[in-house]
């Protein structure tokens, strides 16, 4: 019985041996490969708006404009700008320089930076206006606006 009993052992201790001798392991090393697109984005410009008195002694400087630009992280990016709303032509013009053709009075626009280098939040800038002064205008009432002019909308152009 005893030699029965070491013969089991002996056996299952094989078992156990050669199973353990399966469970091995080995590894690899991969590489992964990013492509990462960079892009910026531009918010909604708000308008430009001007008062003017006829023939003021100093020039007029425009409020609103105020726009920002969300660009990915260290991209460079430069502003541009063009008369009129067709399709943008980068790289654009500093500034732009317009007669209004509803109330003939002419304006400048440019922006309040050449660009910046995007860092992955939205950063703000501005569209800016001045209106040189001396300048008489058309108008037949007491005040009027330029709701009909059809050379009203300008281009800023993002370049990145």
């Known amino acids: 019985m005893k030699k029965l009993i070491l013969a089991a052992t002996l056996l299952s201790g094989l078992g156990v041996s050669a199973w353990m001798a399966q469970a091995a392991s080995t590894s690899g090393q991969f590489n992964v490969n990013v492509t990462l697109n960079s892009t910026c984005s531009l918010a909604a410009i708000t308008a430009l708006d001007f008062t003017y008195t006829s023939f003021q002694g100093a020039a007029a400087t425009a409020t609103g404009g105020g726009f920002s630009v969300t660009c990915t992280n260290t991209l460079p990016y430069t502003f541009g700008l063009q008369a009129g709303s067709g399709a943008a032509t980068p790289p654009g013009a500093a500034t732009v320089t317009v007669t209004d053709n509803a ?27 001045t209106m040189v002064s001396g300048q008489s205008g058309t108008c037949a009432t007491a005040s009027c606006t330029n709701a009909a002019a059809t050379n009203k909308t300008q281009t800023l152009i993002l370049n990145f």
């Open 103 to 129: 109330v003939n009075l002419q304006y400048t626009v440019g922006t309040s930076a050449a660009g910046g280098t995007g860092n992955g939040s939205a950063q703000s800038y501005n569209v800016t206006g």
